[in-house]
């Protein structure tokens, strides 16, 4: 097996663990470092969504007890109800606007700049944000009813446009509409994993014929990658967001943002698309 291969599976899993949950983007920085790293084949945006189930797990392991406790009281509890309600309407505006502009979208924005331009624009959003005073009414996920769970949803739609954040998109999202620090980053947790899976279950089916069983070695090192940075990030963003807010990755999207176009200006990186 090709050995410079399975270090490129490894590193993009990595990324795309580290990266998945934070307000930074996963999708921008797997295609800046897949242009780096020469990773940016048609078989390697296959394997960027075969590892993307890496992350998903390990937020289903973290929160194990809490599906098991939604799985086993679905029929009879109104609380596992509701929350089940809510992730549905969440997730509906981007299942319905990914069909209608998916194409589109993917034709002239899944290039390193335009990721970058979101990178810097996205960061100035956040630090806009942090700086409101910020009205909570609502201190957990139970405590949303359906009409907190669309305005997560119609944010999360932003995350369309890559280097935006789906994760960004979601809790700066929930932050305007009223939901604590806590509430927003567990939904946008919970919220990834039917958005992530359906759009990954989509797409590998839409590629069906790039998939191999000779690649299954890499594809399993990155899906693993994935898991472990992603748990371990997971936790890691749990325990921060206790007692801080989301500057720094605001400040983190805009000097990376700017590193890009500086690079891609300067002619010291061959960004591909620029």
């Known amino acids: 097996m090709d050995l410079i291969l399975l270090l490129k599976a490894l590193v993009m899993g990595i990324v795309e663990g580290l990266t998945e949950f934070l307000p930074i983007s996963s999708t921008g920085h797997l295609i800046l470092v897949g242009d780096l790293l020469s990773f940016n084949s048609e078989k390697g ?18 929160y194990r007890t809490k599906f098991l406790g939604i799985l086993t ?32 979208i993917k034709a002239h924005l899944f290039k390193p700049v335009p990721v970058a331009l979101a990178f810097i624009v996205g960061g100035i959003v956040i630090l806009w944000a942090e700086r409101r005073k910020h009205q909570i009414r609502i201190h957990t996920v139970d405590e949303m009813d359906w009409t907190d769970a669309l305005k997560v949803g119609l944010a999360q739609c932003l995350a369309m446009i890559p280097g935006t954040s789906r994760s960004g998109a979601t809790i700066i999202g929930g932050l305007f509409f009223g939901l604590s620090r806590q509430a927003a ?18 797409e590998l089916y839409k590629e069906r014929a790039l998939l191999s069983v000779a690649d299954a070695g890499w594809f399993g090192v990155g899906s693993i990658a994935a898991f472990i940075s992603a748990f371990l990030c997971v936790r890691w963003l749990l325990r921060f967001i206790s007692s801080h807010d989301f500057t720094a990755f605001a400040w983190y999207r805009i000097v990376f943002g700017v590193a890009v176009l500086a690079t891609a200006y300067m002619g010291l990186v061959n960004w591909t698309a620029r």
């Open 185 to 202: 980053t567990e939904f946008s947790f919970f919220l990834a994993v039917p958005t992530l899976m359906v759009a990954g279950a989509y």
């Open 73 to 104: 009281g679905l029929f009879s509890e109104r609380r596992a109800q509701r929350f089940v309600v809510n992730l549905f309407i969440a997730f509906l505006p981007i299942a319905i606007l990914g069909l209608a502009l998916n194409k589109i």
């Open 45 to 62: 945006k296959v394997f960027e969504i075969v590892i993307q189930t890496g992350a998903i797990f390990a937020i289903i392991w973290e």
